[in-house]
């Protein structure tokens, strides 16, 4: 999809909407990346956002309740999406129609149908919009991939996660925490290593005894990827003991040997193959992507991440979910076009409705 570009010569100009965790976070990374200027920080609390400059070292920074309001107060290019799951849609759909480019965090949206509304919300304005799944802006995931591809066919691709967090809060209320806010990461990661876009999804999540967790803090799931591929995704977060890195182990066993990782240090590769020195990929977390957002404003190229491209990493997590609550073996394109059918019904922009129903399929949609 191409998107409104933004000349060289100026720094852009970004308003940070979040000021939470993740929202202090990505304003440290703001503050010190090249060609990119913090224009202001924006929260529903915006005592969180005045503390959050004022700790940053940055007290007199504009600072307000609206994200959208304040770029365009103070004459920003982009925002920086860190609020809650929730806002993700109504934040974006405002940022994109009021001419701004936007990076959010991960998820996409808090449901897939939304997810597809700030697709379509993004073709309207000719807006880029893209996600920053930070695990896969990875120097080590990067060299994984690039193994995979040196081991003929590939057969299963297999993570194993296993954390015992106490985090307190909504995550210890939520049905399904694991698969919801920590799975995606993986799943994301997974569609990048293989090249291939996920087609069924087949999952069991359920909670220990002795699980701190209301939902599901365990869950097994196996994908069919294009081409056959079977992607196995072992997790908990009630797992004391031997804990794996937060990336997960993984392993990717094809035709000519196998390349393992264990989410911390470089991988290994054990094959039948001439070994290929390569550069280390130069992206790592979010302030990679946040480098590959300004690159693609500058030059007008499509990144990786941009929302058409990361659906379908939210698209595994509603299978697994909808899988694991007694929907046996669930179809991707079953689950995007229903997602699709529910976005119809809840848009109330008639432009982005129309785009949306302008869609021959769901997957030519997201490819296109
Ligand atoms: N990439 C990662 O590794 C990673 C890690 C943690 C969280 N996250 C993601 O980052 C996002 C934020 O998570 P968090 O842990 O910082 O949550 P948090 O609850 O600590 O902070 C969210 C902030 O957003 C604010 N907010 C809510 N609605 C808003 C709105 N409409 N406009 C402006 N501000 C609003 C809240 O007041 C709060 O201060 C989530 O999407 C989460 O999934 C990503």
């Known amino acids: 999809m191409t998107h409104r570009t933004i000349a060289g010569g100026e720094p852009v100009r970004v308003v940070l909407a979040g000021a939470g965790s ?141 954390r015992a967090p106490h985090f307190g809060g909504f995550r210890e209320e939520m ?9 995606i990461h993986p799943f994301d990661s997974a569609r990048f290593v293989l090249g291939a876009e996920p087609v069924a999804a087949y999952c069991e999540a359920y909670n220990p005894p002795w699980s701190w967790y209301a939902g599901a803090a365990a869950a097994t799931a196996v994908f069919e990827m294009e081409g056959g591929v079977r992607y196995i995704y072992v997790g908990s977060w009630c797992s004391p003991g031997a804990e794996t890195s ?27 193959v001439q070994p290929v020195t390569r550069t280390p990929a130069p992206y790592s977390g979010i302030a990679g992507a946040l480098q590959v957002f300004v690159d693609a404003l500058r030059t007008g190229a499509t990144p990786m991440g941009e929302v058409h491209e990361n659906v379908p990493s939210l698209a595994m997590v509603e299978a697994a979910v909808r899988s694991a609550d007694g929907g046996g073996r669930v179809l991707i394109d079953d689950v995007l076009q229903q997602a699709h059918e529910q976005a119809l019904r809840e848009e109330t922009r008639a432009d982005v409705r129309a785009a949306l129903a302008g869609w021959t399929s769901v997957r030519h949609a997201l490819t296109t």
């Open 22 to 162: 993740m929202g202090r976070a990505w304003l440290s990374t703001i503050i010190l990346a090249p060609d990119v200027e913090l224009a202001g920080v924006a929260d529903i609390d915006v005592g969180a956002a005045r503390s959050a400059v004022a700790e940053a070292g940055h007290p007199d920074l504009p600072v307000g309740a609206d994200a959208v309001a304040l770029a365009t107060a103070v004459g920003a290019d982009a925002v920086v999406d860190a609020t809650v799951p929730e806002a993700h849609h109504p934040v974006t759909t405002a940022a994109l129609f009021a001419g701004l480019a936007v990076l959010g965090e991960k998820p996409v949206a808090a449901t897939l149908a939304q997810a597809l509304s700030l697709a379509a919300a993004a073709e309207v304005t000719g807006e880029l919009f893209m996600v920053s799944q930070s695990r896969r802006w990875n120097p080590q995931l990067f060299a994984l991939q690039a193994m995979a591809g040196d081991l003929g066919a590939i057969g299963t691709l297999t993570t194993e996660f296993f």
């Open 246 to 272: 937060w990336n997960g182990v993984w392993r990717v066993s094809g035709e000519k040997g196998s390349a393992r990782w264990d989410g911390d240090t470089e991988p290994v590769l054990d094959a039948d």
């Open 175 to 183: 049905d399904h925490p694991l698969l919801l806010d920590m799975a």
